[in-house]
């Protein structure tokens, strides 16, 4: 059975950092590319990044590029979403999810909530 337990958000100051983890177990972590997620209030679930199985490959919404930085660490099965910059706009429930491209994501666990206050 595959386990996803997202980590880390909380409340914080505009401009401020956070950073999330997502741990992972039941699945070969190190052979997926796997990615982040969120859904603001009232909003549907919006992409925000993607590393592929290796690490050396990433991608990010326009919307958080250059302030946010995947990352993933295969040896502990886990990923992580740095978040810098944050702006009252990034407040969400983030998720983790194997990311499978334009098929979509699977494999996702109940989000962590990240508040950003102006």
């Known amino acids: 059975q595959v386990h996803v337990v997202e980590s880390g958000g909380g409340l914080v100051q505009a401009g401020g950092s956070l950073r999330l983890s997502c741990a992972t177990s039941g699945i070969t972590f190190s052979i997926n590319a796997w990615g982040w997620y969120r859904q603001a209030p009232g909003k549907g679930l919006e992409w925000v990044s993607a590393v592929n199985s290796g690490g050396g490959s990433t991608s990010y919404a326009d919307s958080v590029k250059g302030r946010f930085t995947i990352s993933r660490e295969n040896a502990k099965n886990t990923l992580y979403l740095q978040m810098n910059s944050l702006k009252p706009e990034d407040t969400a429930v983030y998720y983790c999810?194997?990311?499978?491209?334009?098929?979509?994501?699977?494999?996702w666990g109940k989000g962590t909530l990240v508040t950003v206050s102006s």
């Open positions: 999810a194997r990311y499978l491209g334009r098929d979509g994501m699977d494999y």
